[in-house]
């Protein structure tokens, strides 16, 4: 009872300190409804079962932990892409900096300038408040309450160009709330890429709705800031014979938490989420939770996730996939791995399966360990220094998560980041 009060306690205290920003009148409605959510709910704390690996204080606590301000530099990631790109710098959107937001088969609206637009207003906080069940997520619900900007993106048919969101952070201790909604309709289709810092705590959620045909592509690079903490979700509802698929790279931050929840309602969808992630340092958390709902025939999900952790870094996977009844032909596919590369890290791994129909293919497996001696001797016998042996067996071992991603430009983009990242990390 004590520990349930104190839970209560510092839900009461965080939301005192809540101002809502000022909007038109649907969305003010969606704010109030997402933040009494989170009075019902409370703030996340460390015993409750999916967040027992990771501890949210310094997500939930009132003020967010200074970090290194970076030098300003271009974002690295994505160069070769042809993509419309807009950028945010500490939360706020950056005119200047991003191209006119004007594209083909595209509606982009920002959140700060929204008015009466009557999709938006159907489906802003709704993805959301949906994918509270069967598991509350309180802090998705405070950012839907709290985002003071964000993306409206109505796709209305095939996108000539990617969309590139751009997070830069230029001072140390910017609190920053974001919240993005994406409708494709029927038979549309587009690239979402998303890249930066953010801030010293970045809070963000997306909102994807796939009508029957469509295809939503999101490929995401966090990285670049040892500081950062950060908390993301992605809601998406797939409709029949859509395609979603989602993958994230993450490198450095203190604390990355990527919530991914997907109910999948129409037949003949497929659904895929996956990510590679690189951390070095006792200062390093990551975790990846995904829950996949499957409420419709013939239909696919995968889920893969690597992690090469290294110094104390800790790697956290939580994946779940339901299968609810009538919900027959589901391919269902579900593998996390890790790759130690010394004795100090740590890979904790939550996979759960749970089916109410009788006709599915599902499959979940989790494994964790260190470089093979023998491929390493191996490439040590025919020339290959350690380091470089080293940096090819652990891009090996990523591979089928990046294989994850549609375009092969994209993919060999960050196969090139990685490469990078790991030559410098090698001792």
């Known amino acids: 009872m004590a520990l349930a009060q104190r839970k209560q306690d510092a839900t009461d205290a965080r939301l005192t300190a809540v101002t809502l920003p000022e909007g038109p009148a649907w969305l003010t409605r969606a704010r109030k409804a997402a933040l009494a959510r989170v009075a019902v709910m409370g703030l996340p704390a460390r015993r409750d079962e999916y967040w027992r690996f990771t501890d949210p204080a310094t997500l939930t606590d009132g003020a967010a932990i200074p970090a290194d301000v970076l030098a300003v530099e271009d974002d ?200 590679a992630c690189v951390g070095d340092g006792d200062a390093f958390h990551h975790d990846d939770t995904v829950f996949i709902t499957h409420d419709a025939v013939g239909c696919e999900s995968r889920q893969v996730f690597k992690k090469v952790l290294r110094n104390g870094a800790v790697g956290v996977f939580q994946g779940k996939i339901l299968v609810k009844h009538g919900a027959q032909k589901t391919d269902g596919y579900q593998i996390s791995q890790s790759l130690l590369l010394d004795g100090d890290s740590q890979f904790l791994a939550k996979p759960e399966l749970e089916i109410y129909a009788d006709d599915v293919a599902c499959s979940h497996g989790s494994t964790s360990g260190a470089i093979d001696e023998d491929a390493l001797f191996y490439l040590r016998s025919r020339g290959v220094s350690e380091k470089t042996a080293t940096t090819l067996l652990t891009l090996s071992f990523l591979a089928e998560a990046l294989q994850e991603i549609a375009d092969e430009s994209l993919a060999s983009d960050l196969r090139d980041r990685l490469a990078g990242w790991l030559d410098r990390h090698q001792h």
Not at 105 to 129: S, Y
Request: with cysteine.
């Open 76 to 275: 690295p990631e994505f160069s070769a892409t042809d993509a419309l790109r807009v950028v945010f710098v500490d939360g706020v959107f950056d005119a200047e900096a991003s191209d006119d937001l004007t594209a083909a088969g595209v509606t982009i609206t920002r959140l700060a300038e929204a008015r009466d637009l009557t999709w938006a207003a159907d489906l802003l906080g709704m993805l959301e408040e949906r994918g509270q069940q069967p598991v509350e997520r309180p802090l998705a619900a405070l950012t839907t309450a709290t985002a003071t900007d964000g993306l409206l993106i109505h796709v209305t048919g095939q996108a000539e160009r990617a969309i590139h969101l751009s997070y830069d952070r230029r001072v140390t201790d910017a609190d920053v709330a974001l919240h993005h909604v994406v409708k494709l309709d029927a038979g549309a289709s587009v690239t979402l890429l998303e890249s930066g810092a953010g801030a010293a705590r970045f809070a963000s959620n997306m909102e994807v709705d796939v009508a029957k045909g469509a295809a939503f592509h999101h490929v995401r690079a966090q990285g670049r800031d040892h500081g950062r903490r950060m908390n993301t979700h992605t809601f998406a509802r797939i409709g029949a014979e859509a395609v979603f698929k989602s993958f994230t790279l993450s490198v450095n931050g203190a604390l990355t938490r990527n919530d991914c929840i997907m109910e999948i309602v129409g037949d003949d969808a497929t659904a895929h989420v996956s990510g």
